[in-house]
């Protein structure tokens, strides 16, 4: 593979980790502080 395929499932990654909280708040129907 490529570099910028790694870089992409960096970014990928990133994304997905940082949706976890949000959509377990949304599920628990707590408000999720966002900027």
Not at 10 to 20: C, D, P
């Amino acid at each position: 593979m490529r570099w910028f395929t790694y870089v992409a499932y960096s970014f990928g990654g990133v994304f997905l980790v940082n949706a976890i909280p949000h959509s377990v708040s949304g599920v628990l129907g707590r408000a999720f502080p966002s900027p």
